[in-house]
């Protein structure tokens, strides 16, 4: 995502937030993995620019201990903040997918 400024423009890799997202999930307590898809070559946090927002897609595994519906929350809230702080852009929407819950 490129965004100008008075001094010139800035870009944003996809990957940059990606890597934002991850890191922020994992920091949430009950998120034990993302990116869990058996197939290697697909990409499973995705994100998207659409109108100026970004949308991000996460596949998660959770602690089977946890209270689904709570910790899906906490991850959906962190990533907006840390994405919003970290890059300035804003986030339209968290899509969160919970691929499997462990016991540990």
Request: charged share 30%; net charge positive; hydrophobic share 40%.
């Given at each position: 995502m490129t965004r100008s400024f008075k001094f010139g423009s800035v870009k944003i890799a996809n990957e940059t937030i990606e890597a934002i997202a991850n890191k922020a999930s994992l920091e949430i307590?009950?998120?034990i993995e993302t990116n869990t898809k058996s197939n290697k070559e697909a990409k499973n946090t995705?994100?998207?620019?659409?109108?100026?927002?970004v949308i991000i897609d996460l596949n998660l595994v959770l602690n089977a201990d946890v209270n689904v519906r709570k910790t899906i929350k906490n991850v959906q809230e962190?990533?907006?903040r840390q994405?919003?702080?970290m890059t300035g852009l804003?986030?339209?929407?968290?899509?969160?997918?919970?691929?499997?819950?462990k016991l540990q």
């Amino acid at each position: 995502m490129t965004r100008s400024f008075k001094f010139g423009s800035v870009k944003i890799a996809n990957e940059t937030i990606e890597a934002i997202a991850n890191k922020a999930s994992l920091e949430i307590n009950g998120v034990i993995e993302t990116n869990t898809k058996s197939n290697k070559e697909a990409k499973n946090t995705k994100i998207s620019v659409m109108d100026g927002f970004v949308i991000i897609d996460l596949n998660l595994v959770l602690n089977a201990d946890v209270n689904v519906r709570k910790t899906i929350k906490n991850v959906q809230e962190n990533v907006k903040r840390q994405v919003e702080t970290m890059t300035g852009l804003k986030v339209k929407r968290v899509n969160v997918e919970v691929d499997s819950l462990k016991l540990q």
